[in-house]
């Protein structure tokens, strides 16, 4: 194995099939916007190390999804809005089960 074949590599990657990437679908005729980039910023200050890519992606019709690669782990319609210690709690349970939340998990 190359240098460049080992850089980023970490236990989220080794994980077989596990999906970095998280998506918030927000409806933009609610104008979640701001909500949607409070719940970005939440999640990508906790996991910096262990996502690859976090979107955002406009959407309409009182949507409101975050997934974690093609798994939909909240939404809104069933769930409602969710806390950000949720949604960190359900992230990290994909992309890095060992990881503790510290003071959110108390």
């Known amino acids: 194995m190359t240098d460049a ?4 590599t970490g236990p989220a990657e080794d994980a077989p099939g596990a999906s970095r990437r998280v998506e918030i679908e927000y409806c933009t005729q609610c104008r979640w916007l701001p909500r949607a980039t409070w719940l970005a910023q939440e999640l990508l200050t906790t996991f910096e190390a262990e ?47 060992g990881k503790t939340l510290g003071h959110s998990e108390r």
């Open 51 to 97: 996502l690859t890519e976090l979107a955002l992606k406009p959407g309409t019709g009182g949507v409101f999804v975050v997934r974690v690669g093609d798994e939909v782990v909240w939404d809104r319609r069933e769930q409602g809005f969710p806390e950000p210690t949720a949604v960190k709690r359900a992230v990290r349970d994909r992309v890095a089960p």
């Open 5 to 8: 074949q080992r850089v980023g």
